[in-house]
């Protein structure tokens, strides 16, 4: 099946540091790609859409100049976290699809990120 | 290396019980989780287990026993509301989830 990879795995950074978080489409080309933000057992909340070559597109609350997306290539896309502060540690998943929604969609191993 | 799997499609009728499995070979286990999302949606958490046994919560039921690598999702009084894909991922001893490719429910009247 569909492979997503996710680097790195796990990031430790101080407080105001920017922070760069890969999702790449290993076997296919993702015209779509999400990010989502997960806390421990709750649902995924997504936190963006960005289709290959346009800008992201930003859920209610999130903030864009904070979370910045780039979509820059149909296998990879990158989310930077500017400024991180405590609060923004969190379990980063992002996810592609092929085509269309009615697409499957498959999902990276997820980003841990720690700020001290 | 690292697997999960799932059968991509079942259909079943409003008011039966579906069972949906759910096999995983990882390096370390950490636990399994089941999500149900809805097409254009995220994915909704169900449960997690991570000890062997069943769950229940309501209408939907998971069952894990790891030393056959092995869950189910159980979802009983089905509903049409209940299509969607159902998402089984498992999470390894780095914490990292390991995805299937989601089995996509049908109800039918």
């Known amino acids: 099946g569909a492979v997503v990879s996710q680097h790195p795995s796990w990031v430790i950074c101080k407080s105001g540091t920017s922070v760069k978080i890969e999702c790449r489409s290993l076997d296919f080309q993702a015209t779509t790609m999400f990010w989502y933000r997960q806390f421990p057992k709750q649902s995924l909340m997504l936190m963006a859409t960005?289709?290959?070559?346009?800008?992201?597109?930003?859920e209610q609350g999130v903030e864009k100049d904070k979370f910045l997306i780039n979509h820059a290539s149909l296998t990879l896309s990158t989310l930077t976290v500017t400024s991180a502060h405590p609060e923004d540690s969190s379990f980063y998943i992002c996810?592609?699809?092929?085509?269309?929604?009615?697409?499957?969609?498959?999902f990276g191993p997820g980003t841990r990120l720690l700020v001290l | 290396g690292q697997n999960i799997d799932q059968p991509t499609e079942m259909t079943a009728t409003e008011g039966a019980i579906v069972q949906i499995n759910c096999t995983y070979q990882t390096s370390g286990f950490n636990g399994l989780f089941w999500y149900q999302q809805h097409a254009g949606e995220a994915p909704t958490f169900l449960s997690y287990?991570?000890l062997d046994g069943l769950e229940e919560k309501g209408r939907f039921s998971s069952f894990l026993s790891r030393s056959k690598g092995y869950s189910y999702l159980l979802l009983k009084e089905l509903q049409m509301k209940d299509s969607a894909s159902y998402l089984c991922a498992a999470m390894d001893s780095n914490y990292q989830l390991i995805w299937g490719a989601g089995t996509k429910l049908i109800i039918k009247p």
């Open positions: 960005s289709n290959e070559g346009s800008k992201a597109t930003y």
């Open positions: 287990n991570v």
């Open positions: 996810s592609a699809r092929s085509g269309g929604a009615q697409e499957t969609q498959y």
